[in-house]
């Protein structure tokens, strides 16, 4: 009979072990579900950034040059033209 309750001891143990490692196992994982999602949004607002940045200096430049652009093709129609005065 002892050896039956020990077993039945040991077995109710062992479950409980079991329990406790799937219930750590389970946080375990949430937190590296966390960590990795903070990283990936992380990563993402360096990248947008990082786009936004481009996308300003690339743009800049050819605002300037449009205008310089613009502006000489008003020199050069206002050189071609002859003024009449009365």
Known sequence: MSTLKANKHAA???KEDRE???IQAM???EAETLARQANMMRLRALRLA???RDAQATTAPR???KK???RAAALTQARGRVRISS
């Open 12 to 14: 109710a143990a062992l």
């Open 20 to 22: 406790r490692d799937k």
């Open 27 to 29: 946080r375990d994982y």
């Open 50 to 52: 990082k786009e936004n």
């Open 63 to 65: 605002q300037a040059k």
């Open 68 to 70: 310089t652009v613009i």
